[in-house]
């Protein structure tokens, strides 16, 4: 297990799962010489919305932890979480049969009084890791915008007061960028700026502005087909960046 982990929020057909994964691991998760994924499955006792609920958390962070550390002696490794509609589901690569994790989940579910359900699946590729843990590109989007959002909130930003909200981008020509100009003016954003490469290998620039609240689902709602329609004309989305609008005594 690395120190670097993400979780961020995504849609799992009509409902919204919460996922939380190693990110660091995935530099070396390849070669890990191990083709077996354990997948745990455990029920809320006291889901809220299906969420765990102030009852649920203390338990399943106890649950969690003892999964890791019998994964880890194992050698194994504890690769993530997906938390969806009043379950989670922890995953785990380890060499093991089943004659070992039964008994040992069997007696983690008595202790706790949980529902504990697990599968073991042959998964060479480590499928389950980038394709059911690691996030798409709109996830990761996501994961960008939070983290911004995150350094408001620190710095006391109330999130829910419209404020100026600037985007940057950049091109590989001058006309990829000017078809984003044309598609941004027809959606209602400000040009606030533009810059033109004075030796290649450097980039058309171009920031556009809007205004809005700084909450997930207010900045989401742009950025992500901003991004997209950044990326079909050959650009990069560089994010968005906003002041700090807090109350001053």
Sequence with gaps: MSDHWE????????????????????????????????????????????????????????????????????????????????????????????????????????????????ALEQDADKAAYWKDLRPSATD????????????????????????????????????SRDRFRFWAEAENFAVTGSTDPEDPPQRYTIQVSHEAEARLAAITKVTIPMMQRVESLGGDYDGWGTTVQADRD
Aim: charged share 30%.
């Design 140 to 175: 990761w989007r996501v994961i960008m915008d939070m983290r911004v959002i995150d350094t408001l909130i620190e710095h006391g930003d109330d999130l829910t007061r419209p404020r100026p909200i600037d985007h940057f981008a950049t091109f590989p020509t001058k006309e």
């Design 7 to 118: 979780f961020y929020p995504c849609r799992m057909g009509e409902s919204t799962a919460v996922i939380s994964y190693d990110h660091g691991i995935g530099d070396t998760i390849d070669d890990l010489a191990i083709d077996t994924v354990l997948k745990v499955r455990i029920r809320f006792a006291h889901p809220d919305d299906g969420l765990p609920s102030r009852e649920d958390l203390p338990v399943l962070s106890e649950l969690e932890e003892a999964l890791r550390e019998f994964v880890e002696a194992q050698g194994g490794a504890y690769v993530g979480r997906i938390t969806l509609e009043g379950w989670r589901y922890l995953y785990s690569y380890v060499q093991v049969d089943e004659r070992i994790v039964q008994p040992f989940l069997a007696a983690l579910a008595d202790a706790k009084g949980y529902d504990v359900e697990f």
